[in-house]
């Protein structure tokens, strides 16, 4: 008994030590902007760029290269879902309405994904020293479409974070990323809870 509570002391003594201070201010702006967007809280975007613009660093230096790249895509679409949600002109409008997506949407959500999955992937494990080229760049395309549906309100972006997020909870884990890995798992729990309650508004709307 007494081994595996040292045993379980090292483990968590490692974990805060492998943890560098800068991914542990990504980690709670990061939460805290997911959080505010599942409340429907526009305050989630200026959150959400300091996040990115701090995992930016994190990413690459972890040769995570496509999700490098995705933070400078998450900033822009974080300033464009700000100035969407910002775009009412009246009190009533202010929390704009949520929308679910359309079959077309999904098609063309859905050929965006394989296509930029194949093409950055391949160029990845081809030019660069990528961890995973191919698992980095789905997951990436597929946050590129639910980023696009969140800044526009659609439902169905909290099933896509769900399902991305649980994939990010492995890669970032075996990267020794283990506060970022927690925040993604908790990421799931948020976005399940997100899913929920636009649901209900959606439902109410409809009424």
Known sequence: MCLLANAFTESIIQFFT???????????????????????????WPIACVSVIIYIFIFFEGKLYADAALQLYFLG?????????????????????????????????????????????YTLYQKTDAAFPFIDSFCTACSVVAQVF???????????????????????????LYATGIMYF????????????????YREQSA
């Open 18 to 44: 492998a943890t560098t201070a800068l991914e542990w201010c990504g980690v709670v702006t990061g939460l805290a902007c997911v959080w505010l967007a599942a409340k429907n809280n526009i305050l989630n």
């Open 77 to 121: 679409m974080n300033l464009y879902g700000w100035y969407y949600w910002r775009r009412a002109r009246t009190q009533a409008e202010k929390e704009r309405k949520v929308a679910v997506v359309k079959k077309a949407e999904a098609l063309w959500a859905f050929i965006a994904i394989v296509v930029f999955t194949l093409l950055f992937g």
């Open 150 to 176: 969140l800044a526009r309100k659609v439902l169905q972006n909290w099933l896509i974070w769900i399902f991305v997020d649980v994939i990010y909870v492995g890669v970032y884990f075996s990267k020794e």
């Open 186 to 201: 908790i990421y799931i729990v948020i976005a399940i809870i997100g899913y929920l309650d636009w649901k209900k508004i």
